[in-house]
Structure formats: structure tokens, C-alpha cells
């Protein structure tokens, strides 16, 4: 299987180079700082990391928004990681927002995609809340495996400022959290965005990251053909397939609405 991992000097490269990212960022919009939702995932967990490095806890809010589905674990975690790097943060409980919208139109009650959509959609509307009343930026935790697949809620964890680890696969995400000091314990968890309950990112997408990782590098974001990735990686072209489609049908997640072209 294709190793993603980098070196040592990578790693610094890596961590020095997303750091400036988020500097640059501030700093281009005026703003005091950045917001950023705590998960207690490993992405979210290295955003923060990177964003207090960039730019000195005081200038960095968490906001952990569990939800009925959330578990006590990664909530905990998530409130572990403002703690060990002292910064603000505020837990706010999505739940009774979801239960006015379901009240509103309660047609959707049970239809587990659109209230899990909907609970990603909150936390962003939270996250920006947030943002405009402290003139602060609000960060976005996705990675490149998520952005290729479509792995996202579009309008909810994809509605954000910027997207600091945005170019790292998940594998290369792990291996750049465990760098920079995140515990050990969230970096080798199994991801989930838990908007319902036993989600996990894996199960959800039909393919492990393991092999995810490798087909998105070399097929969808790099030169060789379905039949060739099959080969190198040794896996079945049943499985190249898949990520193609998931790669496909999610494009409209990574780029703007779309408007019919100008008449002539």
C-alpha cells in the first residue's frame, strides 16, 4: 500500500507552513482572531493546536456543541483540548435548536440525513455567531480526503473561512496531530462526524481510510488511470470505482452555486 506518511523534516514543513496560513489569514481579514468547533476529533483537535501556535490562545475561541447523539467521551476530549491549551470556549447544546426546527417542520422528524445535515448546520450558524459578535475569523477542520469524497455537510462544516488542513489526507492528518502534541488517544480514534448516533466515517463511505487515502492520491488527485491504481495498490477495481463516484457526485460540494452562463 502507498505510503503517505512524511519525514521528519516534512512534518516541521508541514506545521510551520499552516501556522503562516492561519497568520495570513487573520491578519488579511482584520479580524482579533479565530473560532473554531471542538469535536474532539483529531482534525479539529490539530486545527486548534496549529491555531494557538499561529496566534496565542487568547486569540482563539472553541465552541463544543454536543448534540443528543454526541458521546460523553468525545465531548470530554474536546473540552480536554481547550483546557491543555488554554483557551476560551463555550459549550453550547445544539439539541434544542434541532427540536425547534423539527417543531417547525416536523415532517422531517426521523429522517436521520436531514436531521444529521441539520445539526451540522447549526454548529456552523453557531460558529459565525460567534465570529461576527467577536470580529473573529471561523476556521473550517475539513482535510483532503473529506473535500475529495464529499465527506462533508455542505453549508455546515464546510461553511467556514478557510480550511487550514484542508491539503493533508486523513493518514497525514494523524501523523501531524501526534507531531504537534495532541494526545495520543484522539489521534488513533475512530472518526466520526456524529451527526447521528453510531456514525463513523469508514462505515458511512464503504472503504477505510487505509485504502481511501492511497486511491484518492494517485487516481482522483493524481495521474493514473483506474486499472493502474488497482494494480499498484493491489486492490479491486470495484474499489477505485467507488471512490471515482463518491469524487463525482460530490462535486458540487466544492464549488460555487452555479448560475446559468450569460446570454450572448
Same mark, same amino acid.
Given at each position: 500500500?502507498?505510503?503517505?506518511?512524511?519525514?521528519?523534516?516534512?512534518?516541521?514543513?508541514?506545521?510551520?507552513?499552516?501556522?503562516?496560513?492561519?497568520?495570513?489569514?487573520?491578519?488579511?481579514?482584520?479580524?482579533?482572531?479565530?473560532?473554531?468547533?471542538?469535536?474532539?476529533?483529531?482534525?479539529?483537535?490539530?486545527?486548534?493546536?496549529?491555531?494557538?501556535?499561529?496566534?496565542? #490562545?487568547?486569540?482563539?475561541?472553541?465552541?463544543?456543541?454536543?448534540?443528543?447523539?454526541?458521546?460523553?467521551?468525545?465531548?470530554?476530549?474536546?473540552?480536554?483540548?481547550?483546557?491543555?491549551?488554554?483557551?476560551?470556549?463555550?459549550?453550547?447544546?445544539?439539541?434544542?435548536?434541532?427540536?425547534?426546527?423539527?417543531?417547525?417542520?416536523?415532517?422531517?422528524?426521523?429522517?436521520?440525513?436531514?436531521?444529521?445535515?441539520?445539526?451540522?448546520?447549526?454548529?456552523?450558524?453557531?460558529?459565525?455567531?460567534?465570529?461576527?459578535?467577536?470580529?473573529?475569523?471561523?476556521?473550517?477542520?475539513?482535510?483532503?480526503? &473529506?473535500?475529495?469524497?464529499?465527506?462533508?455537510?455542505?453549508?455546515?462544516?464546510?461553511?467556514?473561512?478557510?480550511?487550514?488542513?484542508?491539503?493533508?489526507?486523513?493518514?497525514?492528518?494523524?501523523?501531524?496531530?501526534?507531531?504537534?502534541?495532541?494526545?495520543?488517544?484522539?489521534?488513533?480514534?475512530?472518526?466520526?462526524?456524529?451527526?447521528? #448516533?453510531?456514525?463513523?466515517? #469508514?462505515?458511512?463511505?464503504?472503504?477505510?481510510?487505509?485504502?481511501?487515502?492511497?486511491?484518492?492520491?494517485?487516481?482522483?488527485?493524481?495521474?493514473?488511470?483506474?486499472?493502474?491504481?488497482?494494480?499498484?495498490?493491489?486492490?479491486?477495481?470495484?474499489?477505485?470505482?467507488?471512490?471515482?463516484?463518491?469524487?463525482?457526485?460530490?462535486?458540487?460540494?466544492?464549488?460555487?452555486?452555479?448560475?446559468? &452562463?450569460?446570454?450572448?
Amino acid at each position: 500500500m502507498m505510503d503517505l506518511r512524511f519525514s521528519e523534516a516534512e512534518l516541521e514543513e508541514r506545521r510551520e507552513h499552516i501556522v503562516s496560513f492561519v497568520e495570513d489569514q487573520v491578519a488579511a481579514s482584520g479580524t482579533d482572531g479565530a473560532v473554531l468547533g471542538l469535536s474532539g476529533g483529531v482534525d479539529s483537535s490539530l486545527v486548534a493546536h496549529l491555531a494557538v501556535e499561529a496566534l496565542g #490562545e487568547e486569540h482563539l475561541h472553541g465552541l463544543v456543541m454536543p448534540a443528543t447523539v454526541s458521546s460523553e467521551e468525545h465531548m470530554s476530549d474536546a473540552e480536554a483540548v481547550a483546557e491543555s491549551l488554554d483557551i476560551s470556549y463555550d459549550v453550547i447544546e445544539i439539541e434544542p435548536l434541532i427540536d425547534e426546527f423539527l417543531a417547525a417542520y416536523p415532517e422531517a422528524t426521523g429522517d436521520q440525513l436531514a436531521v444529521g445535515n441539520a445539526r451540522a448546520r447549526v454548529r456552523a450558524v453557531l460558529n459565525y455567531l460567534v465570529g461576527n459578535h467577536e470580529n473573529r475569523l471561523v476556521l473550517g477542520t475539513g482535510n483532503k480526503s &473529506e473535500a475529495l469524497t464529499g465527506y462533508l455537510t455542505k453549508y455546515g462544516d464546510g461553511a467556514v473561512d478557510c480550511h487550514p488542513i484542508g491539503n493533508l489526507y486523513k493518514a497525514q492528518v494523524r501523523q501531524l496531530a501526534a507531531h504537534v502534541g495532541v494526545p495520543t488517544d484522539i489521534v488513533e480514534k475512530t472518526a466520526t462526524a456524529e451527526l447521528w #448516533e453510531d456514525q463513523t466515517d #469508514e462505515d458511512e463511505m464503504g472503504i477505510s481510510y487505509e485504502v481511501l487515502d492511497p486511491v484518492l492520491a494517485l487516481h482522483v488527485d493524481g495521474p493514473l488511470s483506474a486499472d493502474a491504481t488497482a494494480r499498484e495498490l493491489g486492490v479491486d477495481r470495484e474499489t477505485i470505482d467507488r471512490v471515482r463516484r463518491l469524487y463525482e457526485r460530490s462535486e458540487h460540494k466544492r464549488r460555487a452555486p452555479p448560475s446559468p &452562463e450569460p446570454l450572448r
